[in-house]
């Protein structure tokens, strides 16, 4: 019987090809490993989606790197629901299956958390992108899936560029809910700012850059990133948006940007497989074994 099962996707159990972005990966998730076992805890790394695995034998399945779930959503939301019913899952099953649509954008807004403004369009709408676009008022706009990872099909347009994409947004809203923001022209000028929380306790931050004529921050799309010292009010911000779930999480990682109004912003709350970053700060590891430890002998 294991004690905790490190999930990832099958892409990074026993890689054949590495380059600097998958030995970032490894090194990762071999940091939580490393922090589990000081604790003496047994822990094996297994892709969510291997079908020899037997669920019942670990008391604990631990998301990190499922980062294959947005292309196999279907899947996924399948094999969630079939393994909460056999282990522990960290996060909680109701707390990722909130977490996996960005409609809880609304929702941290309706609680009070200041979050980039966003416009959601919801499956089978008949209007053109163009009339959606409109309806916004805004100028320069980013366009996404609401359920999505990795910036995947996540567009930035202006009103010169919405026809170029007519076709792509007719495609992808028959099946699945689009979201707009207005362009947050701090992510160009400063970046992306990302703060990790185990449990309600801050432990670090990061800052991500686009790389010059992107507006991505994400490593894989060649952005950077550098440690960062948050402010108090971008420190408040981020236990706000943890403090507004209706669990608190054991992990997150919350991403803040300055909005068009000067004003810090949540742009997203990771909570089901976000980069922590403890290559970063390998003590935040160790503070969520730490707590992984109590709920394997809870």
Same mark, same amino acid.
């Given at each position: 019987?294991?004690?905790?099962?490190?999930?990832?996707?099958?892409?990074?159990?026993?890689?054949?090809?590495?380059?600097?972005?998958?030995?970032?990966?490894?090194?990762?998730?071999?940091?939580?490993? /490393?922090? *589990?076992?000081?604790?003496? =805890? @047994? &822990? %094996?790394?297994?892709?969510?989606? +291997?079908?020899?695995?037997?669920?019942?034998?670990?008391?604990?399945?631990?998301?990190?790197?499922?980062?294959?779930?947005?292309?196999?959503?279907?899947?996924?939301? /399948?094999? *969630?629901?079939?393994?909460? =019913? @056999? &282990? %522990?899952?960290?996060?909680?099953? +109701?707390?990722?299956?909130?977490?996996?649509?960005?409609?809880?954008?609304?929702?941290?807004?309706?609680?009070?958390?200041?979050?980039?403004?966003?416009?959601?369009?919801?499956?089978?709408?008949?209007?053109? =992108?163009?009339?959606?676009?409109?309806?916004?008022?805004?100028?320069?706009?980013?366009?996404?899936?609401?359920?999505?990872?990795?910036?995947?099909?996540?567009?930035?347009?202006?009103?010169?560029?919405?026809?170029?994409?007519?076709?792509?947004?007719?495609?992808?809203?028959?099946?699945?809910?689009?979201?707009?923001?207005?362009?947050?022209?701090?992510?160009?000028?400063?970046?992306?700012?990302?703060?990790?929380?185990?449990?309600?306790?801050?432990?670090?931050?990061?800052?991500?850059?686009?790389?010059?004529?992107?507006?991505?921050?994400?490593?894989?799309?060649?952005?950077?990133?550098?440690?960062?010292?948050?402010?108090?009010?971008?420190?408040?911000?981020?236990?706000?948006?943890?403090?507004?779930?209706?669990?608190?999480?054991?992990?997150?990682?919350?991403?803040?940007?300055?909005?068009?109004?000067?004003?810090?912003?949540?742009?997203?709350?990771?909570?089901?497989?976000?980069?922590?970053?403890?290559?970063?700060?390998?003590?935040?590891?160790?503070?969520?074994?730490?707590?992984?430890?109590?709920?394997?002998?809870?």
């Amino acid at each position: 019987m294991l004690d905790v099962v490190i999930l990832t996707d099958e892409r990074y159990v026993n890689p054949k090809k590495r380059n600097e972005y998958v030995n970032n990966v490894i090194t990762e998730d071999q940091l939580v490993m /490393d922090a *589990l076992e000081k604790l003496k =805890l @047994k &822990t %094996k790394k297994v892709a969510w989606s +291997d079908k020899t695995f037997d669920w019942t034998q670990t008391k604990v399945a631990l998301f990190r790197t499922t980062w294959d779930y947005a292309e196999r959503f279907d899947a996924f939301s /399948d094999w *969630l629901m079939e393994v909460s =019913l @056999k &282990t %522990k899952l960290i996060n909680d099953y +109701d707390t990722v299956i909130w977490n996996l649509d960005k409609h809880y954008l609304t929702e941290l807004k309706d609680k009070g958390v200041n979050v980039v403004e966003t416009y959601f369009v919801e499956p089978g709408d008949k209007r053109s =992108l163009q009339e959606v676009y409109e309806e916004t008022g805004w100028q320069d706009i980013i366009l996404k899936p609401a359920i999505s990872a990795a910036a995947k099909d996540t567009f930035k347009l202006s009103p010169d560029t919405i026809s170029n994409l007519e076709d792509r947004y007719a495609y992808l809203i028959k099946d699945e809910s689009m979201m707009i923001q207005p362009f947050q022209e701090d992510v160009l000028k400063r970046g992306e700012l990302s703060l990790m929380l185990i449990g309600d306790e801050y432990t670090h931050a990061v800052l991500k850059a686009a790389k010059p004529g992107d507006f991505r921050v994400q490593d894989d799309f060649g952005g950077t990133v550098k440690n960062y010292k948050p402010t108090k009010a971008e420190i408040d911000l981020a236990k706000a948006a943890v403090g507004a779930c209706d669990t608190l999480p054991l992990y997150a990682r919350v991403d803040i940007v300055n909005d068009n109004n000067g004003n810090p912003a949540v742009s997203e709350l990771e909570l089901v497989e976000p980069e922590m970053w403890f290559r970063k700060n390998e003590k935040a590891a160790h503070r969520l074994a730490e707590r992984v430890n109590k709920i394997v002998f809870s």
